[in-house]
């Protein structure tokens, strides 16, 4: 059969918008909205993960930005060479259809059931990562480990800066990665030690995924022979009066947690100077505070270092506290 010159473009046409096609629906699904997608795509191509949470909305600002620089042609492409790209938006429109009535359907009754798990999980993400405003931007692991956050302009940031930001973050990236992977066949102390490492060097607003590490620290060095586990046995007493405070509403536990590994841990003066400030701290918080207790906690957190930079402020509480009591009386 012979193949007309007329055929031949219109065969070359139609396979050239296929190929744009393509190209369009590969752009829209650039950026991961699944989490646990995201994560094992991050796995199986050996990347980290750049994670972008939005309000596109509502906050008045994500929706310019991924206008202006994220969905660009020229951040996108380059910046998918190096990361997966992951953004978890809470879109009020969306989370509105998680309420339910009496009239409601099975069908929305399911859709808004989906919907509710869905934002559970990105809500543990956020507060994973300490997020405070909307838009933010982090580089994190598969495994979810925090390397950084990406500090950007709201109004001037465009796809080259922000992408300049990104390869001026990756030696810190690349050093946080090699101390989790030496985490990797670490026994006893020298994993105590290699814990300590990646902990000292994450950025404190990112040291959440590193929770589960304090017990370990605990477990593995219980004589202290590091050094180390007061700030770990901090940790822990930390997060046990949050867990009193945030889900009991029971801030008296809360309080002695801070209060009693003091006299049980291995701490030193600056970390019980913090730990005994938070147990008073937290005592403030009752309906009817007990101002003999909290001023008697104030006193020991003042006498661990008294030329400690929070000495002055302790001191000042002090008085302050013993202002209300009296005008209580």
Not at 147 to 174: G, H, M, R, V
Not at 292 to 297: A, N, T
Request: charged residues 25%.
């Amino acid at each position: 059969m012979k193949t007309t010159k007329k055929f031949c473009y219109t065969a070359v046409a139609v396979l050239t918008l296929a190929l744009a096609l393509a190209g369009c629906e590969k752009n829209k699904t650039t950026w991961f909205t699944d989490v646990d997608e995201a994560k094992s795509a991050a796995t199986k191509q050996n990347k980290n993960i750049l994670l972008l949470f939005s309000g596109d909305d509502w906050d008045g600002i994500s929706a310019t930005l991924k206008e202006n620089v994220f969905t660009t042609k020229p951040f996108v492409s380059k910046a998918q060479k190096k990361y997966v790209l992951l953004n978890v938006d809470f879109s009020q429109t969306e989370y509105a259809k998680t309420e339910i009535t009496d009239a409601s359907t099975d069908e929305e009754i399911e859709e808004a059931t989906r919907i509710q798990t869905l934002y559970m999980q990105k809500e543990d993400l956020a507060e994973k990562y300490n997020l405070s405003m909307y838009p933010s931007l982090y580089v994190i692991t598969p495994d979810e480990y925090g390397l950084c956050s990406i500090e950007f302009n709201e109004t001037d940031e465009t796809p080259e800066s922000l992408l300049e930001k990104l390869e001026q973050s990756e030696e810190t990236q690349a050093n946080l990665v090699q101390l989790i992977k030496s985490l990797d066949g670490a026994e006893g102390l020298d994993k105590v030690l290699a814990i300590d490492a990646l902990y000292n060097a994450t950025d404190i607003m990112l040291r959440n995924p590193l929770a589960d590490f304090a017990q370990e620290v605990v477990s593995l060095d219980p004589n202290n022979q590091t050094g180390v586990i007061g700030k770990y046995e901090y940790e822990l007493a930390n997060q046990r009066a949050m867990q009193y405070a945030m889900y009991a509403n029971d801030v008296v536990s809360a309080a002695k947690e801070f209060e009693d590994v003091c006299e049980t841990g291995h701490l030193s003066a600056s970390e019980k100077q913090n730990a005994y400030y938070m147990s008073a701290y937290i005592l403030a918080m009752q309906s009817e505070p007990d101002f003999e207790k909290m001023i008697s906690l104030m006193e020991k957190s003042y006498e661990q270092d008294e030329q400690s930079d929070l000495a002055p402020q302790i001191l000042e509480i002090i008085e302050n506290i013993k202002q209300v009591r009296d005008e209580q009386k």
